[in-house]
């Protein structure tokens, strides 16, 4: 499993872990029953503590995407749960904030709209694979 990882970012390393792992599962690079690496190990690879890596499996075993088995590790979930309604006003909350930069940014509603739907469709060919 590649990431990259921007050590200069504002946005924390665990979350960046736990965005690329996402990424990877939405875009099929990633595929139920598969093995992540060890925290250690990918603690290790990247050069960071192991408490930051244990925190992003979490919050993904959390949200229901992986599982992890003390002699097994991290595993990408073959079954992976509906949206709650808990999910969707969070998932709101976000696209507010999001839009709301947006838009004080200058980017049109046709041009904001354009970029979903590419992301969108990016992601949901990855799934049929």
Known sequence: MLLKIDF?????????IKNAILQGIAKGDLSPGENLPS???LAEDIGINMHTVNKAYNLLKNDGFLTIDRRKGAII???ISSPTEEYKVLLEE????TIAEAICKGVSEGEFLTTCNNIFNTYKEGTKK
Request: hydrophobic share 25%; net charge neutral.
């Open 8 to 16: 200069e970012s504002d946005i924390p390393i665990y979350m960046q």
């Open 39 to 41: 925290v250690r190990q």
């Open 77 to 79: 979930n073959d079954k």
């Open 94 to 97: 976000n696209l507010k904030s």
